[in-house]
């Protein structure tokens, strides 16, 4: 992994997420260290996104490293009406690493072409966010033991959200069954369930949740935006239909976790907060944990 | 009565003929190959009987012969298209084309929000599917382009 851009999940084999995950343990146990003394990381936010960028930077500051950057474009040369190309080329000369958020799809994986070093990806439009995807692996063997053999629940904007769509595919390298949860106008893409199909792993799709629930071990939870409907009505009727509630959970298994990418808006109820199946806090914390093991392999000091 | 067989479109003496071009795809494989700027002669002919196709069309170009990347856009316009290779008046090469594995900078990616819309760059794709309905999927954004929506730059 060392020198090698992450812009994409499936740049990344299942050894190297192991290799992540083992190191991104090590971390929780001892997470103060002085590794990334030595560097300076380049955090560019071409749009703003403070979690990911919190996340980021908390981990740089507990390895001791340095940043800089910037948290949106408009301050920034871009807004001159610089090509990303030589932004990428430029800031390269200022730091061992680069991290990199950017509204336009594809935009990473140019920028690790034209760069001389390393790009991670923190989210190119609605294409990739692959650190959020292994900070949900991460989530996943952490508190079920192992990545093997699960009952995978992805709720919600199945159609347009990009964290279930790498979660899917980064699971199915583990023998997983999943279930879908969503509006029909979001129900997971066609390509995706080819996929499915051709590796032989089992999917079932709900319009609605059901008793199914009690069979998951993870609940992936996204938000349905309203924006996502053309008709307005339509959302009204449906919006109700995908919010959980402390309720629903009183039989699913003691082991099962619900996860959300956050920021969630309603469609986890609060009082799910206090369920020891709430994950979602915990989870965003681990991201700093994956995002430390990510920037050490790929700066090659670990 | 006999059946006179003769040739709608002049035959040429050395060169390069491209045949079975569906109809409605014969101005896409000119721009394509850029044949407006060639300055030896070309003939052009559409909206021929075929038996295989109904209409076809046929570009014949004289002293020039298309290079493998050219035979790869051909490839993906026109996979029904034949490529004779003329010497002296007669066929010393038939070919049928070969949809390739990438693409480099020839058609743009349907996605508006692509990086290849929003800055001075190429291009590139891989063939997802061949078989039917051809499908690029973009190295950049990761989305697919179908033959439905293949617009030449």
């Not at chain 1, 090698?4 to 992540?20: A, F, M, T, V």
């Not at chain 1, 001892?30 to 003394?37: I, S």
């Not at chain 1, 650190?131 to 159609?159: A, M, P, R």
């Not at chain 2, 850029?34 to 014949?60: A, H, P, W, Y």
Request: proline share 4%.
């Amino acid at each position: 992994m060392k020198n090698k851009s992450l812009i994409s999940i499936n740049d990344y084999s299942p050894e190297d997420y192991y290799r992540i995950l083992e190191l991104a343990e090590a971390f929780e146990k001892n997470p103060n260290q002085n590794l990334l003394e030595k560097h300076v990381i380049a955090s560019l936010f071409f749009e703003p996104s403070t979690r990911t960028r919190l996340s980021f930077e908390s981990a740089i500051s507990r390895l001791g490293g340095r940043i800089v950057g910037f948290s949106e474009a408009s301050s920034t040369s871009v807004s001159k009406g610089e090509s990303l190309a030589d932004t990428i080329k430029t800031v390269s000369q200022y730091s061992d690493l680069i991290i990199m958020r950017h509204p336009i799809e594809g935009s990473a994986r140019y920028a690790s072409e034209v760069a001389s070093v390393p790009i991670i990806n923190a989210g190119d439009g609605a294409n990739q966010h692959p650190t959020q995807c292994l900070l949900d692996l991460y989530s996943i063997k952490k508190t079920q033991g192992t990545l093997e053999n699960l009952n995978i629940f992805l709720v919600g904007d199945l159609k347009y959200g990009r964290t279930v769509h790498s979660l899917l595919m980064a699971m199915s390298n583990f023998n997983p069954t999943f279930n879908f949860i969503s509006p029909e106008n979001l129900k997971m893409p066609e390509e995706y369930k080819h996929f499915l199909d051709k590796k032989g792993i089992k999917y079932y799709e709900h319009e609605e949740f059901t008793d199914i629930i009690s069979e998951a071990d993870i609940m992936y939870v996204t938000r349905v935006q309203k924006e996502r409907f053309s008709d307005p009505m339509e959302y009204e009727k449906v919006k109700n239909a995908y919010v959980l509630k402390r309720e629903m959970l009183i039989n699913t298994k003691p082991n099962m976790k619900i996860l959300h990418p956050l920021p969630r808006v309603n469609e986890i109820d609060t009082n799910v907060d206090e369920d020891p199946r709430a994950y979602y806090f915990q989870q965003a914390l681990n991201g700093v944990y994956t995002r430390m093991a990510i920037m050490s392999l790929i700066l090659g000091i670990k | 009565m006999e059946k006179r067989k003769e040739l709608t479109v002049s035959a040429i003496e050395n060169g390069t003929v491209i045949d079975h071009i569906p109809a409605d795809s014969l101005f896409k494989v000119i721009s394509t190959m850029q044949i407006e700027t060639m300055d030896t002669t070309i003939t052009i002919g559409n909206n021929l009987d075929s038996n295989r196709l109904g209409k076809k069309g046929i570009v014949k170009i004289s002293d020039k012969y298309p290079s493998i990347e050219d035979m790869n856009k051909i490839a993906l316009i026109a996979p029904t298209a034949r490529i004779n290779i003329i010497k002296d008046y007669k066929v010393s090469n038939k070919q049928k084309v070969e949809i390739p594995d990438n693409i480099v900078g020839m058609f743009k990616c349907m996605n508006p929000k692509c990086i290849t819309n929003n800055e001075k760059m190429k291009t590139k794709f891989a063939v997802v599917e061949k078989n039917g309905n051809l499908q690029l999927k973009c190295h950049y954004c990761e989305k697919h382009t179908d033959q439905e929506h293949f617009e030449t730059i």
